[in-house]
């Protein structure tokens, strides 16, 4: 079965400066991987998604993820952090073969003014 | 209403009580899913209906109940809980069971005194 990890626990960038939250996924074969982010008491909202083609993927709020197959990883990157990105980022990997989406334990991200 | 909704968004109850949680999907999709999310662990899949059939329990204790009376409601019903059953329990569909993306509800908080 697949599975992913964020390294990460928690991250604090500077209003405006750049970020990078990682994401290593373990699955044999292409995965479908993903990006949500949950702000305090809400749901999980999808940032974007990679199925195939392009390893580049534009999501909503200026995010962006490249898909990696030599490193198993789908990196999430933003140019420029606003206050309003704080909230925790769940990285996740779906197989066709089954039904079960795997999340990662999630990346709490504090923006300093 | 729009998205996945879930009522109530918290709920506090004893280890003797029965309560239901409600999840509600306007999108059309015809697979809905059951996570459980508590403090410092990985979303926990419970239950995965498709087409209002259950196809699959990941081993969950048979004081939740799932119903899913048609593809567009999923209840989760409660009895006999204990405390380390509080959690933000989640609701989410897709267009059809498998790896497409989920989009999710804002969830119930529950607190078991």
């Known amino acids: 079965a697949q599975s992913v990890t964020q390294p990460d626990i928690h991250i604090t960038v500077s209003e405006g400066a750049s970020l990078e939250l990682r994401c290593n996924y373990s699955?044999?074969?292409?995965?479908?991987l993903f990006w949500y982010v949950q702000s305090p008491g809400q749901g999980l909202q999808l940032l974007l998604k990679?199925?195939?083609?392009?390893?580049l993927v534009q999501g909503i709020k200026g995010f962006e993820a490249e898909f990696k197959r030599s490193q198993s990883s789908f990196n999430l990157r933003k140019p420029s952090v606003h206050w309003s990105d704080a909230a925790e980022y769940f990285c996740?990997?779906?197989?066709?073969?089954?039904?079960?989406?795997?999340f990662g334990a999630g990346t709490r991200l504090t923006v300093k003014p | 209403e729009t998205g996945v909704t879930q009522t109530p968004r918290h709920l506090v109850m004893g280890m003797t009580n029965k309560k239901s949680l409600k999840c509600e999907q306007h999108?059309?999709?015809?697979?809905m899913y059951w996570y459980k999310q508590s403090a410092k662990k990985p979303l926990e899949l419970m239950f995965v209906?498709?087409?209002?059939?259950?196809?699959e329990n990941n081993s969950v204790p048979s004081r939740f109940s799932p119903e899913c009376p048609n593809s567009s409601h999923l209840f989760l019903h409660l009895h006999t809980l204990q405390p380390e059953d509080s959690a933000l329990y989640l609701c989410?569909?897709?267009?059809?069971?498998?790896?497409?993306?989920?989009?999710f509800g804002p969830g119930t908080r529950l607190t078991v005194t």
């Open positions: 989410a569909s897709s267009v059809i069971q498998g790896a497409g993306e989920q989009y």
């Open positions: 999108l059309g999709h015809n697979a």
């Open positions: 990679y199925f195939s083609g392009d390893t």
């Open positions: 699955y044999g074969a292409t995965p479908y």
């Open positions: 996740a990997v779906g197989a066709d073969n089954n039904n079960d989406m795997r």
């Open positions: 209906y498709s087409l209002e059939e259950r196809v």
